[in-house]
């Protein structure tokens, strides 16, 4: 059949099981715009804000659901305006596809209006990405544009479409969903051997599972390899949920913010085992000084990680859910190990805490009575400082995609789209954003656009009237001297939230949070805003100073 690019578009887009995209319309995409209107009725179209709203709610979308996201922009401005989600996504390894507008043909390299360079801004940031200039290899751009964001290790793919090519009218034809090809195991029969014998004589190993094992899905293997060898088992902030929060052999986050048990298991661990993690300097922190007594075991898809920040014992690269199957059929069953004991020991002697008062609202506290209410069954999202820290610390994490964040980026204004994402793709459960108010205030337009399409979202401000947590460390490492943190400016989020059509509350107590809480939980169709307001000089803790090795921890 004959049809136009922006009709070869849409077709391609249903044929990948795409119900719904974020975006926001454009002189250069407005054809793409005709034909999503033509097609309402097989997908749904979310008009946000801002186009860094749309990239961020893609985002959220994919973290939630497993899916792969989409937005839409048009070309210069709107095209630039999606760079932050896109790198947001790069980071944390969600798989996305940005569609962009661009100018006609005949118009590029000619500085024509709105006209930029997208796939070269974009070209680090992104896993591939297309400049389409003829309608007739659109289709196959498009089918492969899935298929890329979502093999191997997921990202975002941009495709880039000239006006006239959007316009422009050829023959099309569906083709069968082309499913992602599955990465061969890269590891030797030797290699397994060894690795199984070196699990077997550790005495004291530790497990780090990174984000890795929730994108895989490999959550399963890896508590089932956990229990069988009674190895604990620490976090990065992006695996948090991989693990259950909950378990006895989990310890918590390691490394920057980590818990004192999991920064001293690893500290005193013969073998570290990291799965689906990238050694981070927020994990690693002083290289020559982690994991000293330790052989690295690490297990990835990607082989550009294995030994990218830290020399690696024991490299095992190819799907972890395989890798995992294997090695656990063949170690050796432990059980009431000295390791555990003394695990269990450190995790009673060192629990996170804060100083409790009855008359001070304390944003641990808020978050711990947010987990009781939502009986730790909410999707979690935050924007970053001080507020993701303790959102991360405070609520048990006992499923894959249960928290969503920008780790890798630290994408202030990242959690409220991420959110109304989220809640689109998950409308089973209740989602939360925790926020502080200076990233709030970068894309709190989005209620706009949560009040608009009813989506039932809550956005808990921890209301500090400073970015906390750069405030933190000019306490900690800067004398005190408080440059240009403080952002008192009067704003008044209830009337704010309130004039956007959502629902504003306002807490100030410890006795108030609850009821605040209940009634958002209640709602329907209708956002809720709720400004808690803490303490600016509430700190997060532990936190190991920079340069630091990550057993030197300064507590509260």
């Known amino acids: 059949m004959k049809l136009n690019g922006s009709e070869i578009l849409i077709e391609c887009l249903k044929e990948q099981g795409v119900d719904i995209v974020f975006g926001f319309p454009g002189g250069q995409a407005i054809i ?34 497993g899916k792969v996201g989409v937005c839409i922009a048009t070309s210069g401005p ?51 990405n297309y400049i389409v200039k003829d309608v007739t290899k659109l289709a196959d751009i498009v089918r492969e544009a ?55 004589e550790s005495k004291k190993p530790v497990i780090l599972s990174g984000g890795g094992v929730s994108i895989a899905g490999a959550n399963k293997e890896v508590l089932e390899f956990s229990e069988k060898a009674e190895i604990p088992v620490a976090t990065s902030l992006m695996g948090l949920g991989s693990f259950p929060g909950d378990h006895e052999l989990y310890t918590g986050m390691v490394g920057m ?59 095992m690269v190819g799907d972890i859910k395989e890798i995992l199957g294997t090695i656990t059929d063949s170690i050796d069953k432990k059980k009431d190990t000295d390791w555990k004991r003394k695990i269990i020991g450190w995790k009673e002697e060192f629990p996170l805490k804060y100083i409790k008062d009855s008359n001070e609202l304390k944003p641990q506290y808020i ?3 947010i987990y009781e209410l ?13 507020n993701q820290i303790w959102a991360a610390q405070y609520y048990k994490y006992t499923k894959p995609r249960q928290f969503i964040s920008s780790g890798g980026l630290g994408t202030m204004g990242y959690g409220l789209g991420a959110c109304i994402g989220a809640q689109l793709g998950r409308p089973d459960k209740k989602v939360i954003n925790i926020a502080g108010d200076g990233s709030f205030r970068m894309n709190l337009t989005e209620i706009a656009t949560a009040v608009e399409y ?22 900690l490492f800067f004398g005190g001297r408080y440059s240009s943190t403080t952002i008192d400016r009067g704003t008044d989020f209830v009337a704010l939230a309130e004039a956007f059509g959502a629902i504003g509350i306002k807490v100030t107590k410890p006795e108030e949070v609850d009821a605040a809480v209940t009634r958002a939980l209640s709602s329907k169709d209708v956002p809720v805003v709720i400004d808690f307001e803490i303490d600016k000089d509430e700190k997060v803790f532990p936190i190991v100073p920079p340069g630091a090795p990550i057993y030197e921890l300064i507590d509260e």
């Not at 709203?53 to 959220?60: E, L, M, R, T």
């Not at 090519?165 to 969903?177: C, G, S």
């Not at 913010?257 to 690893?266: I, K, M, P, Q």
């Not at 939502?374 to 001080?386: C, L, P, R, S």
Request: proline share 5%; glycine share 8%; with cysteine.
């Open 146 to 200: 899935f298929v890329i964001a979502r093999e191997g290790r997921p990202g975002p793919v941009l495709i880039d479409i000239c006006k006239d090519v959007t316009a422009a009218v050829t023959d099309f034809e569906h083709k069968p969903l082309k499913t992602p090809g599955k990465k061969p195991v890269d590891v030797t029969p030797e290699q397994m051997g060894e690795a199984i014998r070196v699990i077997n």
């Open 32 to 65: 793409i715009y005709d034909a999503l209107y033509k097609a309402s009725n097989d997908i749904r179209h979310i008009l946000t804000s801002h186009e860094q709203g749309a990239s961020h709610a893609a985002d959220g979308y994919a973290r939630a659901t």
């Open 78 to 128: 709107g095209a630039t305006n999606l760079v932050t989600g896109i790198a947001t996504a790069y980071m944390d390894s969600v798989p996305m596809v940005a569609i962009t507008g661009q100018v006609p043909t005949n118009l590029l390299g000619k500085d024509s209006f709105q006209e930029v360079d997208i796939t070269g801004i974009t070209m680090p940031i992104t896993k591939h």
């Open 374 to 386: 939502t009986k730790g069954d909410a999707i979690i999202t935050t924007e970053v400082g001080q």
């Open 367 to 369: 978050i711990e009575r």
């Open 454 to 475: 009813k989506v039932p979202i809550i956005v808990a401000i921890l209301n500090n009237h400073v970015l906390g947590m750069v405030r933190q460390w000019q306490e």
């Open 257 to 315: 913010h980590g818990t004192r048990t999991s920064n001293l298991a690893v500290s005193e661990s013969d073998l570290f085992i990291a799965i689906g993690a990238r050694f981070s300097d927020r994990i690693i922190s002083n290289v020559s000084r982690f994991a000293p007594k330790a052989k690295i075991m690490h297990i990835d898809i990607d082989p550009a990680e294995i030994g990218k920040n830290i020399s690696v014992h024991y490299p």
